[in-house]
């Protein structure tokens, strides 16, 4: 079936630095989203892109959708220690209601 | 506001046994979502609905049943547990997109 792939898989980085991480797809998407899962809990979406090449902020994040829409990135600069967490792609296709998650990316800070 | 709840939040089956998760949302969403994550795999997508009485296939549909008799509710049912099956099952609903609404997952072993 579906799913999209995510890299790195995980990672471990000091508190402070920027992060970076990417999703591709063999499919094109239309929605590019991006969720956040805490330890013990369910994901939250942190970011929905809706066009290619759109580039798209929230706070510390900054999300893009690539112009191929079989891409997606996700940077995070100056990392904090609550930041670490499952981080987990996902898009939709026109005319479904799926939503489709890729493999994940675990982010690790160490203080 | 509950949002979207799960019951039971652990549950240890045995080979051949049958059981029902259930999936409650109060936010009047037309659509639900049953997700499995297991390690390095991220979400997969079992089963959707996409309103009262519906639903459809995800990508690992094998070995589950689904039902949406009314639309707050979203039930999975395992037919016979196969430890194939552990894992940590997650719902989701969603009014459209882009965000869907998680709740916190049920943590499912089978000996």
């Known amino acids: 079936g579906q799913q999209l792939n995510q890299s790195p898989q995980s990672m471990f980085i000091q508190e402070g630095e920027d992060v970076s991480m990417n999703c591709t797809s063999s499919?094109?998407?239309?929605?590019w989203l991006w969720y956040k899962q805490d330890p013990g809990e369910g994901p939250v979406l942190l970011i929905a892109?809706?066009?290619?090449?759109e580039l798209t902020s929230n706070g510390r994040l900054t999300a893009q959708f690539g112009i191929t829409r079989k891409d997606s990135f996700l940077n995070i600069s100056a990392s904090i220690p609550s930041d670490v967490g499952i981080y987990f792609c996902?898009?939709?296709?026109?005319?479904?209601?799926?939503?489709?998650f890729g493999t994940g990316t675990r982010l690790k800070v160490l203080a | 506001n509950a949002g979207v709840t799960q019951t039971p939040k652990f549950r240890v089956l045995k080979t051949g046994q049958s059981m029902t998760l259930l999936c409650a949302q109060d936010?009047?969403?037309?659509?639900m979502y049953w997700y499995r994550q297991d390690p390095g795999m991220g979400l997969r997508l079992i089963h959707y609905?996409?309103?009262?009485?519906?639903?459809a296939k995800g990508e690992v549909p094998d070995g589950y049943n689904v039902s949406r008799l009314k639309k707050q509710n979203f039930l999975l049912g395992l037919e016979s547990a196969a430890p194939s099956q552990t894992s940590v099952y997650f719902c989701?609903?969603?009014?459209?997109?882009?965000?869907?609404?998680f709740g916190q997952g049920t943590r499912l072993t089978v000996v």
């Open positions: 996902a898009g939709t296709t026109s005319g479904t209601y799926k939503y489709i």
């Open positions: 989701a609903s969603s009014q459209g997109i882009p965000e869907a609404f």
């Open positions: 892109l809706y066009k290619a090449g």
């Open positions: 499919s094109i998407f239309n929605t």
């Open positions: 609905s996409v309103g009262e009485g519906t639903t």
């Open positions: 936010m009047n969403h037309e659509y």
